[in-house]
């Protein structure tokens, strides 16, 4: 089945600088990529995600990119504010999962204000 | 508002019980899901359903049970089995029609259980 690695486990950064997240997939024939934001005590949110089709893609301050080859993607947030202090998951679907999302071990984002 | 609902928040479960977590959602998503979360680890996959009244085990379902009889509802129930039942459990649900095989999942709030 698909295993999903994802790293640092924790970052700090000071507000207004960038933050990158990286995750490595195994299945070669995975093909939606999301990634999740998750506040204390609550569910994970969707805030971007990318498909295998497309390497690059933009929301905001937030985009994603994909190495179908290297089989990694990477998380990228500009100009971080405090209010993005959380716990972020990449996720992949593989191949034959059909809906059914292998998440990494999450990054826990510290923004300092 | 459309979206999907866990209840209840917090459940505590003495040793021995069983415990049912309730799921619904209004989204008329096919596929539903039911999620473990412990301290620092990613969210496992214990059971998953994409009809009505047909599911299939997940990573983790020793110790587990579910049911989907409606499409709009998936409880999990945590039985004595489960040696180590205190964890954050998580229902999500994504549309699987159209086409479109994987698409986003939404996910409710979450039920802390806690074994005393």
């Known amino acids: 089945g698909e295993n999903v690695e994802q790293h640092p486990s924790t970052l700090s950064v000071q507000e207004g600088d960038s933050a990158v997240i990286k995750c490595t997939y195994s299945d070669s024939a995975s093909n939606y990529f999301p990634w999740y934001k998750q506040e204390l005590g609550k569910g994970p949110q969707l805030i971007i995600d990318?498909?295998?089709?497309?390497g690059e893609k933009k929301d905001q301050r937030i985009a994603v990119t994909l190495n179908k080859t290297a089989k990694h993607f990477s998380l990228h947030i500009t100009e971080t504010q405090p209010e993005d202090s959380a716990v972020y998951f990449c996720?992949?679907?593989?191949?034959?999962?059909?809906?059914?999302?292998?998440f990494g071990q999450g990054t826990i984002l510290t923004v300092h204000p | 508002d459309g979206g999907i609902t866990q209840s209840p928040k917090y459940l505590f479960r003495k040793e021995g019980q069983n415990v049912t977590l309730s799921c619904e959602q209004n989204l008329n998503h096919d596929a539903m899901y039911w999620y473990r979360q412990d301290p620092g680890q990613g969210l496992r996959l214990i059971y998953y359903?994409?009809?009505?009244?047909?599911?299939q085990k997940g990573d983790i379902a020793e110790g587990y049970s579910v049911s989907r009889e409606k499409k709009e509802s998936f409880p999990l129930t945590v039985t004595s089995a489960q040696k180590n039942p205190t964890a954050f459990y998580l229902c999500a649900s994504s549309r699987l029609a159209g086409g479109v095989k994987n698409t986003e999942a939404f996910f409710g709030q979450g039920t802390r259980l806690t074994v005393v």
């Open positions: 990318i498909r295998s089709n497309v």
């Open positions: 996720a992949a679907i593989g191949g034959t999962s059909y809906g059914k999302l292998t």
């Open positions: 359903s994409q009809i009505v009244n047909d599911f």
